[in-house]
């Protein structure tokens, strides 16, 4: 999610590295951080990074072709039914 909001990807991974870090110091998962944690950490975790802290949030952002989002799923089981289809 940060590399898609222009963050680099070095200081994404420490960002992200440093949330876990918070999470597991204070016995909660990631999702349940506060917001005012997320910015202490790094001013890039804005309240929508909530967005994709969940099963449903974490596949949906992954769009792309051969992405675990419902429509790029439903792309490749077309292809791949198309192909047993023609054998």
């Not at 440093?18 to 001013?43: H, M, N, P, R, Y």
Request: glycine share 10%; with cysteine.
């Amino acid at each position: 999610w940060l590399v898609k909001q222009g963050v680099p990807f070095r200081v994404a991974h420490e960002v992200a590295g440093e949330c876990v870090k918070v999470a597991e110091a204070d016995g909660k998962e990631l999702d349940e951080l506060t917001d005012e944690q997320f910015a202490k950490i790094s001013a890039h975790l804005t309240p929508e990074v909530r967005t994709v802290l969940n099963v449903p949030g974490a596949l949906a952002s992954r769009s792309g072709r051969g992405g675990t989002a419902p429509g790029a799923v439903a792309v490749q089981l077309a292809e791949v039914k198309a192909d047993v289809a023609a054998q």
